[in-house]
C-alpha cells in the first residue's frame, strides 16, 4: 500500500534562515510519482513539483530545491533564505502506475512558520 | 483563466442534517476530484471523474455521501445525513488528465468548502 509520511508537524525559523522539509515514502510499484504541494492560509493547494521515480537528480527553482534518494524512499524538499511568504502547509504527495498514476495519496503536511 | 470555483465557503450545520457543495472546475478539465481535509491531516481522495464518469469512488462512504458530475463540468458533492466526524474541508481540484493522455498529476485545487457539524 502506498504510504506518506511527513513527520515534522510544524517548523518555525526566522526570516532568511534555510529549511528542509522532510517526505519519506511507501510504495511496491516500480514506477512512481512524488509531489509537493503548498497550502496557504487561503487554502487552495499549488503545485510546486512534480518527480517521476526513475530520475534521481536533484532539482533546484530558484529558492526552492528537492532531493530525491531512492536508496531512503525520501523526497525532501528546502527552502533557502526564507521568506515571510514562505509560511504555509507543505505536502508531499505520491502516486502510483498501478492506479494509472490517478491517485494521489498526501502526507498529513508540515506546517511552516517563517518570523520576521 | 479563471480557477476552480467552489461553494459556499462555509456552513454550519447539525448531526443528521444534509448539505450540498458545488463546483465548477478550470475550463477544459476533463478530470475532477473530490478531497476531504480533517483539520490537521492531508487531503483524502472521496471521489474521481473523469468527464461524468466515476473513475474512483473506493473511500467515499456511500451510505451518506453521493456526488455527481452533470454534462462533465460542474460537479455537486452531497452528505445526507451529516455525523460530527464530516467536520472538514472538502477540496474540489481538476485536471487536464484524461484517459490513455499524458499524466501531469498537477491538479488545481479550489479554495474549498469548510463544513462544521455541531
Known amino acids: 500500500a502506498q504510504k506518506v509520511t511527513q513527520a515534522q508537524t510544524e517548523i518555525s525559523v526566522v526570516e532568511k534562515e534555510d529549511v528542509t522539509l522532510d517526505c519519506v515514502y511507501e510504495?511496491?510499484?516500480?514506477?512512481?510519482?512524488l509531489f509537493w504541494y503548498k497550502q496557504p492560509p487561503s487554502g487552495e493547494l499549488v503545485f510546486l513539483i512534480r518527480r517521476n521515480s526513475f530520475d534521481e537528480q536533484n532539482e533546484i527553482s530558484g529558492r526552492y530545491s528537492w532531493n530525491f534518494q531512492k536508496s531512503t524512499s525520501s523526497f525532501n524538499f528546502t527552502i533557502t533564505a526564507s521568506q515571510v511568504v514562505d509560511s504555509a502547509v507543505y505536502f508531499c504527495?505520491?502516486?502510483?502506475?498501478?492506479?494509472?498514476?490517478?491517485?494521489?495519496?498526501f502526507g498529513t503536511g508540515t506546517r511552516l512558520l517563517v518570523s520576521p | 483563466e479563471a480557477g476552480v470555483a467552489q461553494s459556499p465557503r462555509y456552513k454550519i450545520i447539525e448531526k443528521r442534517q444534509s448539505v450540498a457543495f458545488w463546483c465548477n472546475p478550470i475550463s477544459g478539465h476533463a478530470t475532477l476530484y473530490w478531497y476531504q481535509q480533517i483539520l490537521g491531516q492531508g487531503p483524502k481522495l472521496l471521489i474521481q471523474?473523469?468527464?461524468?464518469?466515476?473513475?474512483?469512488d473506493s473511500q467515499l462512504p456511500k451510505d451518506r455521501f453521493s456526488a455527481e458530475r452533470l454534462k462533465g463540468v460542474d460537479s455537486t458533492l452531497k452528505i445526507q445525513p451529516a455525523k460530527l466526524e464530516d467536520s472538514a474541508v472538502y477540496l474540489c481540484?481538476?485536471?487536464?488528465?484524461?484517459?490513455?493522455?499524458?499524466?501531469?498529476?498537477?491538479?488545481?485545487f479550489g479554495e474549498g468548502s469548510r463544513l462544521t457539524v455541531l
Open positions: 510504495t511496491r510499484d516500480t514506477t512512481y510519482y
Open positions: 471523474f473523469q468527464n461524468n464518469g466515476v473513475v474512483d
Open positions: 481540484a481538476s485536471s487536464f488528465s484524461s484517459a490513455g493522455g499524458p499524466f501531469t498529476g498537477e491538479l488545481f
Open positions: 504527495a505520491l502516486s502510483e502506475a498501478m492506479t494509472g498514476f490517478q491517485k494521489l495519496v
